[in-house]
Nanobody, 126 residues
Framework: QVQVVESGGGLVQAGDSLRLSCVAS????????IGWFRQPPGKEREFVAT????????IYADSVKGRFTISRDNAKNTAYLQMNSLRSGDTAVYCC???????????????????WGKGTLVTVSS
């Protein structure tokens, strides 16, 4: 099995930046996709961004496009979510997830991932 662990959440003010990290371990040698998701207070989980093994053609939700950047360092088995120009609406528990590379990358938009982290809380104050 694959284990993913997120870190980097915290309390920031609107307009600030924050970077989240996601470390994967286990049977990752064959490659995998990484996705970031979030669950705001009182709402359902929603898709944020996803990236494939080679790092090309990342996909972003419209709500974060132009502000957030997803990336990965395969040598470190680590993926990142750089969040800029944060808004109060970005407040949520952010979860990292991994999927087998045979899944279409677009499947992440529907939350179709195989291994989920427990989440890290990001709070943006106005």
């Amino acid at each position: 099995q694959v284990q993913v662990v997120e870190s980097g959440g915290g309390l920031v003010q609107a307009g600030d930046s924050l970077r989240l990290s996601c470390v994967a371990s286990g049977r990752t040698g064959s490659g995998y996709h990484i996705g970031w998701f979030r669950q705001p207070p009182g709402k359902e989980r929603e898709f944020v961004a996803t990236i494939n093994w080679s790092g090309d053609s990342p996909i972003y939700a419209d709500s974060v496009k132009g502000r957030f950047t997803i990336s990965r360092d395969n040598a470190k088995n680590t993926a990142y979510l750089q969040m800029n120009s944060l808004r109060s609406g970005d407040t949520a528990v952010y979860c990292c997830a991994a999927s087998e590379a045979m899944r279409p990358l677009e499947a992440a938009k529907m939350g179709l991932m195989d291994y989920w982290g427990k989440g890290t809380l990001v709070t943006v104050s106005s």
